[in-house]
T-cell receptor, first 112, second 111 residues
Framework: DSGVTQTPKHLITATGQRVTLRCSPR?????VYWYQQSLDQGLQFLIQ???????AKGNILERFSAQQFPDLHSELNLSSLELGDSALYFC???????????FGQGTRLTVV | GQNIDQPTEMTATEGAIVQINCTYQ??????LFWYQQHAGEAPTFLSY????GLEEKGRFSSFLSRSKGYSYLLLKELQMKDSASYLC????????????FGTGTRLTVIP
């Protein structure tokens, strides 16, 4: 157990819908990262937060947004969902931006 | 930008030694990480190199050459449970110290 908690573990939803994925980082970790992993693909960096502020954006679609709250948990919002958005979404956290990141168990999103 | 290359697949025999290579190009190198990922599960941290040389941790060792943009992960005394994907990741300080991952090497350990 890495100490990073993601909910829900599984999510099935229809095209066009909106979902929210939640991440609680390890205690004391200030940095949160979101990654998308499609079937047999590598981890694609989406977005990073540090202590409540957005620090970097990767290949994140405009339909996706995220935020980190004062208690440091983070949410990833995915809207106008398409079949191609089906993937594993991982959250990771680290103490500071330079240290190793620890991953949650992921949310498996299936869009039907 | 970042460019990270690893072999897609490797097969090795139980009890043997296997070396998984990773080459990278990045503008603001600030560390190289290796993660293990079993199918459908979270990546788990294995090792971290920021200076040249070898880091040993039990059956796993990782090597880094910054001048060559090269790293390898060495797994000794392979066990069946080592069958997994091994992800090489580079931290880039020009990208807010983000971790950028290669596509991973799928290792199959056979009896």
């Amino acid at each position: 157990d890495s100490g990073v908690t993601q909910t829900p573990k599984h999510l099935i939803t229809a095209t066009g819908q909106r979902v929210t994925l939640r991440c609680s980082p390890r205690s004391g970790d200030l940095s949160v990262y979101w990654y998308q992993q499609s079937l047999d693909q590598g981890l694609q960096f989406l977005i990073q937060y540090y202590n409540g502020e957005e620090r970097a954006k990767g290949n994140i679609l405009e339909r996706f947004s995220a935020q980190q709250f004062p208690d440091l948990h983070s949410e990833l919002n995915l809207s106008s969902l398409e079949l191609g958005d089906s993937a594993l979404y991982f959250c990771a956290s680290s103490v500071v931006m330079q240290s190793e990141a620890f991953f949650g168990q992921g949310t498996r999103l299936t869009v039907v | 930008g970042q460019n990270i290359d690893q072999p897609t697949e490797m097969t090795a025999t139980e009890g043997a030694i296997v070396q998984i290579n990773c080459t990278y190009q990045t503008s603001g190198f600030n560390g190289l990480f290796w993660y293990q990922q079993h199918a459908g599960e979270a990546p788990t941290f294995l090792s971290y190199n920021v200076l040249d040389g070898l880091e040993e941790k039990g059956r796993f060792s990782s090597f880094l050459s910054r001048s060559k943009g090269y790293s390898y992960l060495l797994l000794k005394e392979l066990q069946m449970k080592d069958s997994a994907s091994y992800l090489c990741a580079v931290r880039d300080q020009t990208g807010a110290n983000n971790l950028f991952f290669g596509t991973g090497t799928r290792l199959t350990v056979i009896p």
